[in-house]
């Protein structure tokens, strides 16, 4: 992929998040924007600890592939 590419998923990947955050922070008091920032920590926390355990697997067994 070239970098344009790059550029527009990663755009559309914040664009959802920035969306869910703030369906999730609808409800909750709007005064201020540190309900907002803790939705969004938590949801990137939910989204990145599976994609990094995922990453970290993929790389110990391609990893075992190549050495044998």
Do not use: E, H
Request: net charge positive; glycine share 8%; aromatic share 14%.
């Amino acid at each position: 992929m070239k970098r344009f590419d790059w550029f527009i998923a990663l755009f559309l990947i914040v664009m959802g998040l920035t969306c869910l955050t703030m369906s999730a922070t609808w409800m909750m008091d709007t005064g201020s924007i540190r309900p907002y920032l803790t939705n969004f920590l938590q949801i990137c926390l939910w989204i990145g600890i599976p994609a990094l355990g995922v990453g970290i697997t993929y790389y110990v067994i391609k990893r075992k592939r190549r050495d044998s």
